[in-house]
């Protein structure tokens, strides 16, 4: 499957608790895309990437969110202190710097318990 | 500010039936304009995208959606619809001039087709 992946699919935390997701994208596609979709809503952006340069951060990405994309390649999503409220489906999408459809990933979904 | 509103958040079809799913949008400059769709416990899938041209674009699996700048909307439409169209249905915008990353989704439609 050459399409974007996200690991782990599931993730159960326990409030406070630190996680950090994985998202490998299409493989020639330098652009890479967090979202996040809470039940009943469409998904809302929280931050981009152009290759390893991270170029736009939504105000819903709080300082207990942190992302990362050292090698222009994968890209890791940290938050800390996990509260109740991140509780989501967190998705990846990349794309083609001339192209602009965005190809999503399956997500990973949180729950803080 | 963008915005997106899709008015109905379900949209019931007869098998056979054509099918419409509706969205309006607002941005400050020129707009791409996207449908994607959600099958359960999947990812969001690319169906189609308005940049320039024909207002009547054709996508994936028989979907088109018809552009019309005069009443900001984007709707969806296929003429016949099929069982396993079933789905949850996101439409999205992003300011021509604006943010390469800032894609701006609805709150869903959520098709059901009958037999």
């Known amino acids: 499957d050459t399409g974007v992946s996200q690991d782990p699919r599931h993730k159960i935390t326990k409030r406070g608790q630190n996680v950090t997701f994985r998202c490998d994208p299409i493989s020639e596609h330098n652009r890479l895309y967090w979202y996040r979709q809470t039940l009943g809503q469409g998904p809302e952006f929280l931050t981009y990437f152009q290759n390893e340069a991270q170029l736009e951060k939504s105000r819903l990405l709080s300082d207990r969110f942190s992302a990362e994309r050292p090698k222009g390649s994968f890209s890791t999503l940290e938050i800390q202190r996990t509260e109740q409220g991140d509780s989501a489906m967190y998705l990846c999408?990349?794309?083609?710097?001339?192209?602009?459809?965005?190809?999503f990933g399956q997500g990973t979904r949180l729950t803080v318990v | 500010a963008q915005s997106v509103a899709q008015p109905e958040d379900q949209v019931n079809v007869a098998e056979g039936n054509p099918l419409t799913v509706k969205c309006t949008y607002s941005?400050?400059?020129?707009?791409?304009l996207f449908w994607y769709v959600q099958y359960p416990n999947r990812g969001l899938q690319f169906l189609l995208k308005y940049i320039t041209g024909d207002n009547l674009v054709k996508g994936s699996y028989g979907f088109e959606a018809e552009f019309n700048k005069s009443q900001t909307s984007f709707h969806l439409k296929k003429p016949s619809a099929l069982v396993s169209d079933s789905a949850l249905y996101f439409c999205?915008?992003?300011?021509?001039?604006?943010?390469?990353?800032?894609?701006?989704f609805g709150k869903g439609t959520k098709l059901s087709v009958k037999p």
């Open positions: 941005v400050s400059g020129n707009p791409y």
């Open positions: 999408a990349s794309s083609l710097a001339q192209t602009i459809e965005a190809f």
């Open positions: 999205a915008v992003r300011d021509y001039g604006g943010s390469q990353g800032n894609l701006i």
